[in-house]
């Protein structure tokens, strides 16, 4: 008798786990580019004036010294809030905002001919292939990483889209946030820097000036 207590016991204390886990296990089986598809809704928080305090884009676009005439991939772009501050300050340069998502690739075209961004070019990516039309001397990846499904193949790929001497800059929010990306989509920047390491990238600058992300750009060794 005793033991068919225990059994039961072990068995409800089972099922309060999964039934506390499979929230958020739904959360991101139904993840990446299908939960940004509210572009509008989106930018509320995406581009909204509280965001400039903490995610201190002129000192980013400082950090990573960029020629006048540089042409960026901003993946995983969402409503261009790097993708405009960039196309701005390059202005002999081209900044292809790029995305997975439709409505935010519509959002990015609409929003560059809006504000008159000429510089700023809307790119429709698959999820496995930023597919941009010409190599970049700078790829930016802004609270992107945790959505990557193989973010080593996509690395990878990467390499033969950069022009020589070409970076990869990857910010993304810190575990330990108390604002930011969902717990289950964050990643630690070890990780990054090992999955970066495998596929024959070199950590070149590493930056702690942002309060809730880590910032950490790479070259092609
Ligand atoms: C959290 S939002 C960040 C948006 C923007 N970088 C920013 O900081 O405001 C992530 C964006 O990445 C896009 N995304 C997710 N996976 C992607 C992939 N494999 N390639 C390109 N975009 C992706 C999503 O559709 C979404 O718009």
């Known amino acids: 008798m005793r033991n068919l207590v225990c059994v039961a016991q072990r068995v409800c204390v089972l099922l309060a ?10 959360q991101s089986s139904s993840g990446g580019a299908r939960q940004f598809s509210d572009a509008a809704e989106w930018s509320r928080w995406f581009d909204s004036e509280e965001r400039d305090a903490w995610q201190k884009p002129v000192e980013v676009l400082s950090a990573l ?16 809030y790097f993708s405009a501050r960039l196309a701005r300050a390059l202005p002999d340069g081209k900044v292809y905002a790029v995305d997975v998502e439709p409505e935010m690739v ?9 504000e008159r961004i ?43 889209m950069l022009k020589p001497g070409g970076r990869v800059a990857i910010v993304s929010t810190r575990i330990d946030s108390p ?34 992300q880590f910032f950490l750009v790479f070259s092609i060794k």
């Open 17 to 26: 786990l999964a039934l506390a886990v499979l929230p958020a296990w739904a």
């Open 65 to 80: 010294a960029l020629p006048r005439s540089a042409v960026v991939a901003d993946i995983g772009a969402g409503t261009g």
């Open 106 to 114: 519509r959002h990015l075209r609409d929003r560059a001919a809006a």
């Open 118 to 160: 000429g510089n700023m070019h809307a790119v429709q990516a698959a999820r496995d292939d930023p597919r941009l039309p010409e190599p970049v001397d700078l790829v930016l990846m802004v609270n992107v990483q945790g959505l990557m499904v193989r973010p080593g193949d996509y690395f990878a790929r990467l390499r033969s």
């Open 179 to 212: 604002i930011g990306a969902r717990a289950q989509m964050r990643v630690a920047p070890e990780k990054v820097k090992q999955d970066m390491a495998d596929q024959g990238y070199a950590l070149v600058a590493e930056h702690d000036f942002l309060p809730y």
